[in-house]
């Protein structure tokens, strides 16, 4: 059983920057993945980016080099730092925590409730 704790997001500005961070605990098997998926109105869900317990990191192409996730000083915790904002980043950012090398692709993941992130002038 995972559970997860999400925090940060809001409004910004475009160009302006947020942040995200999510914190999980485990009561079985260690988690190996952390990360976020968005979904703005009437658009399908998308990978945003993950991390891996062995650093491997993936973003969607529409983040690279204005976004960036990390894992925090705590044990499962992960940041995600967001800059340079566009509007078409304005979505509900999902926390994903999986026990596998990625998220989003098993019915054993645990999602978060999810965080708006709204860029807006």
């Known amino acids: 059983q995972v559970q997860l704790v999400e925090s940060g997001g809001g409004l910004a500005q475009p160009g302006g920057s947020l942040s995200l961070s999510c914190a999980a605990s485990?009561?079985?098997?260690?988690?190996?993945?952390m990360g976020w998926y968005r979904q703005a109105p009437g658009v399908e869900r998308e990978l945003v980016a993950y991390?891996?317990?062995?650093?491997?990191?993936k973003y969607t192409d529409s983040v690279k080099g204005r976004f960036t996730i990390s894992w925090g000083d705590a044990k499962y915790t992960v940041s995600l730092q967001m800059n340079t904002l566009k509007r078409e980043d304005t979505a509900v950012y999902y926390c994903?925590?999986?026990?596998?090398?990625?998220?989003?692709?098993?019915?054993?993941?645990?999602w978060g409730q999810g965080t708006q992130v709204t860029v807006s002038p």
């Open positions: 991390i891996t317990s062995g650093g491997t990191i």
């Open positions: 485990t009561s079985r098997f260690a988690i190996n993945a």
């Open positions: 994903v925590a999986s026990y596998y090398y990625r998220i989003g692709t098993s019915d054993e993941d645990t």
